[in-house]
């Protein structure tokens, strides 16, 4: 990913979020700590309509798996507030959340404190919106399987950012009244995922720009939009096994093919849809 919510401690966000994991050497010569690395992705959302949608963090936290702690197995891994335009997130784009030497261990579960969210619309309407208990308790985000840290390497974990789940519209789209948010995230162990990236056009090899892709199995998995003038797509932090991917745009047919995500591997393919 480019830029959290598709990797230092960062937590990635697109719009649909992604997370990824990587290990890798680091220059330290103490095997007591590693580096934990956490970005940030995001989901899909409907751009014609949004020009921002904004999430403020207040705080990170880990906990570390079977440690015994009698006041709190959770380590502060940032602290200062930050604000992302999850719009900006997508298509492998990530931001680094935090990065910084751990305890070695393995971590299961860490905690993301959002004190705000904010909507923006193209005609300059803005919406406030805040997180019930989102600042005062966090979020708590389960790891499967749990980061490993290991002494002198880096081990990054991916924060996918869901801003079409997380921001629901009140009202139909011709009449907003306002959003309800709750934010929907996904913690992903980057070292046993792959990835999916492509292009969609039309049959002239016309780059189609904001057609909705998308991977399920029993249910929709993981959503993006493509590059609004390349008509490029990519999907970060998913499962090794076999899913369907579909794209469509208003104006042209759906289609959907069979694919096989592979462990650290980035799987290609590119749609090429039929005018209605």
């Given at each position: 990913?480019?830029?959290?919510?598709?990797?230092?401690?960062?937590?990635?966000?697109?719009?649909?979020?992604?997370?990824?994991?990587?290990?890798?050497?680091?220059?330290?010569?103490?095997?007591?700590?590693?580096?934990?690395?956490?970005?940030?992705?995001?989901?899909?959302?409907?751009?014609?309509?949004?020009?921002?949608?904004?999430?403020?963090?207040?705080?990170?936290?880990?906990?570390?798996?079977?440690?015994?702690?009698?006041?709190?197995?959770?380590?502060?891994?940032?602290?200062?507030?930050?604000?992302?335009?999850?719009?900006?997130?997508?298509?492998?784009?990530?931001?680094?959340?935090?990065?910084?030497?751990?305890?070695?261990?393995?971590?299961?579960?860490?905690?993301?404190?959002v004190s705000a969210g904010e909507i923006i619309l193209k005609d300059g309407t803005t919406y406030n919106l805040t997180v019930p208990s989102g600042a005062q308790t966090g979020i708590q985000l389960l790891v499967s399987p749990a980061i490993e840290v290991v002494g002198g390497l880096t081990?990054?974990?991916?924060?996918?950012?869901?801003?079409?789940?997380?921001?629901?519209?009140?009202?139909?789209?011709?009449?907003?009244?306002?959003?309800?948010?709750?934010?929907?995230?996904?913690?992903?162990?980057?070292?046993?995922?792959?990835?999916?990236?492509?292009?969609?056009?039309?049959?002239?090899?016309?780059?189609?720009?904001?057609?909705?892709?998308?991977?399920?199995?029993?249910?929709?998995?993981?959503?993006?939009?493509?590059?609004?003038?390349?008509?490029?797509?990519?999907?970060?932090?998913?499962?090794?096994?076999?899913?369907?991917?579909?794209?469509?745009?208003?104006?042209?047919?759906?289609?959907?093919?069979?694919?096989?995500?592979?462990?650290?591997?980035?799987?290609?393919?590119?749609?090429?849809?039929?005018?209605?």
């Amino acid at each position: 990913m480019k830029t959290i919510l598709r990797s230092t401690l960062t937590i990635m966000l697109s719009l649909v979020l992604a997370l990824g994991f990587s290990a890798c050497e680091s220059t330290t010569d103490d095997d007591d700590t590693g580096t934990l690395s956490v970005t940030m992705t995001d989901a899909p959302f409907p751009t014609d309509l949004v020009a921002e949608a904004n999430v403020t963090i207040t705080e990170l936290e880990a906990r570390e798996k079977d440690v015994e702690d009698t006041h709190s197995p959770f380590l502060t891994l940032s602290d200062s507030t930050q604000t992302f335009n999850l719009l900006d997130l997508r298509n492998g784009v990530t931001t680094s959340l935090a990065n910084l030497d751990v305890p070695v261990g393995t971590y299961d579960m860490f905690r993301l404190y959002v004190s705000a969210g904010e909507i923006i619309l193209k005609d300059g309407t803005t919406y406030n919106l805040t997180v019930p208990s989102g600042a005062q308790t966090g979020i708590q985000l389960l790891v499967s399987p749990a980061i490993e840290v290991v002494g002198g390497l880096t081990a990054d974990l991916l924060l996918d950012f869901d801003v079409e789940k997380s921001f629901v519209p009140k009202g139909p789209r011709t009449d907003l009244t306002g959003f309800n948010f709750k934010p929907v995230i996904r913690a992903v162990n980057a070292s046993v995922v792959g990835s999916l990236a492509g292009r969609v056009t039309d049959a002239l090899d016309v780059g189609l720009g904001d057609a909705r892709v998308w991977v399920s199995q029993d249910t929709v998995f993981s959503t993006t939009y493509t590059d609004t003038t390349t008509g490029e797509y990519t999907i970060l932090g998913l499962d090794p096994g076999s899913y369907t991917a579909s794209a469509t745009l208003e104006g042209y047919d759906t289609l959907s093919v069979e694919i096989e995500i592979v462990v650290g591997n980035e799987t290609t393919r590119d749609f090429e849809l039929t005018p209605q």
